[in-house]
């Protein structure tokens, strides 16, 4: 069974860069051909998808945060890792990590997500 | 940014169907599979329904989806206390070059 897990910083400083990790278990995540994603969810409100990893080390990143987002992975460790420069208050959210099996969408596992403050 | 659209809420009793809907257009909707997702409080999303109307492996079947166009709905019949969560419906957007979600809908089953 495929477990992911969030882990990182619970606050930041505005103008400071989030970093946050999801470490996979139960299975290798350079393995078959999947899509490693990361997701947030303000408090409140609806999820929007911040952009994934392929299994062969290529990203996509949502153009609305395209120029403040790098997501790499390190396949030693089994994790894959979300930057977010400058960050501002309306970058506080609850981060998923997720599992993409058609990279379509098909989200088939979750972390259980954790929640990013940015505040001084 | 552009999301699909679905009603805020949705209410029902015990034992009814209903039904929540989910609208989007020719580069999300119209021309790529939907996904549904459940989310009970204090949890991560859930797949519920995948391509449209396929339910993974241990989804009853009282949830059901269907696609016509450029929108889709989820229905749940039987509706059962446990039912009770925030749905979201989810899409690949070809404008967007990544996956698209609904607002959410907030079913309240009374």
């Known amino acids: 069974q495929v477990q992911l897990q969030e882990s990182g910083p619970g606050l930041v400083k505005p103008s400071q860069t989030l970093s946050l990790t999801c470490t996979v278990s139960g299975g290798s995540i350079s393995s078959g051909s999947y899509y490693w994603s990361w997701i947030r969810q303000p408090a409140g409100k609806g999820l929007e998808w911040i952009g994934r990893?392929?299994?062969?080390?290529?990203?996509n990143y949502n153009p609305s945060l395209k120029s403040r987002v790098t997501i790499s992975v390190d396949t030693s460790k089994n994790q894959f890792s979300l930057k977010l420069s400058s960050v501002t208050a309306a970058d506080t959210a609850v981060y998923y990590c997720?599992?993409?099996?058609?990279?379509?969408?098909?989200?088939?596992?979750w972390g259980q997500g954790t929640l990013v403050t940015v505040s001084s | 940014q552009s999301v699909l659209t679905q009603p805020p809420s949705a209410s029902g009793t015990p034992g009814q169907r209903v039904t929540i809907s989910c609208s989007g257009s020719s580069s999300n909707i119209g021309s790529n599979y939907v996904y549904w997702y459940q989310q009970l409080p204090g949890t991560a999303p859930k797949l519920l329904i995948y391509r449209n109307n396929q339910r993974p492996s241990g989804v009853p079947d009282r949830f059901s989806g269907s696609k016509s166009g450029t929108s889709a709905s989820l229905a749940i019949s039987g509706l059962r206390s446990e039912d009770e969560a925030d749905y979201y419906c989810a899409a690949w957007d070809d404008s967007l070059s990544g996956p698209l979600f609904g607002g959410g809908t907030k079913l309240t089953v009374l």
């Open positions: 997720a599992r993409d099996e058609y990279g379509t969408g098909y989200f088939d596992y």
């Open positions: 990893i392929y299994t062969s080390g290529s990203t």
